[in-house]
């Protein structure tokens, strides 16, 4: 993008050539057009590792320090593939790659709706179970009991 990381790595991943590089429609031509039209390429496979927040929450960390943990363009982006499932893969857990690596092979360097599909359905359960753990945590820290909404 050309443009640097900011306020001490907080600002990394949320610009347009990324997310319009993600989540155009691959059919759609005035999406064609207007990705041609701003110079960005199609982004057809997303990788993307979480920060280790609950790892570091079992460390009892003070709150300045746990905050930093918590992702938000890594899960931006993996929510952002994982809703283009049509055209983009997504890849969030490390234990997927094996078969990443399978499809690669097998669709000549292509990826099949099924799997995608598949790979989106994991993708929102980690981010769901991510944002439950964040929540649980903030939940406890406050001594909220019932919370209006809360993930099991």
């Known amino acids: 993008t050309k443009f640097s990381e900011m306020l001490d790595g907080r600002v990394k991943t949320l610009h347009p050539q990324i997310y ?3 989540l155009n429609i691959r059919k759609n031509k005035k999406h064609k057009k207007d990705l041609k039209k701003q110079n960005i390429p199609n982004i057809d496979l997303v990788i993307v590792d979480l920060y280790p927040f609950e790892k570091k929450l079992k460390k009892k ?5 746990l905050i ?3 992702d938000i363009g890594g899960s931006t982006l993996i929510r952002a593939a994982a ?4 055209d983009v893969a997504v890849i969030s857990n490390i234990n ?5 690596n399978k499809e690669l092979l097998t669709n000549r360097g292509s990826t099949s709706i099924q799997f995608r599909k598949i790979m989106s ?3 929102f359960s ?5 944002d439950s753990v964040i929540s649980n945590w903030l939940n406890n ?3 909220i009991k019932f919370p209006e909404k809360e993930t099991l």
Do not use: R
């Open 20 to 22: 319009a590089g993600i």
């Open 61 to 65: 960390m003070e709150t300045k320090k």
């Open 68 to 70: 930093e943990y918590i």
């Open 83 to 86: 809703k283009n499932f049509n």
């Open 96 to 100: 997927d790659f094996f078969q990443l």
């Open 121 to 123: 359905a994991k993708a």
């Open 126 to 130: 980690s981010t769901a179970y991510y």
């Open 141 to 143: 820290d406050l001594n």
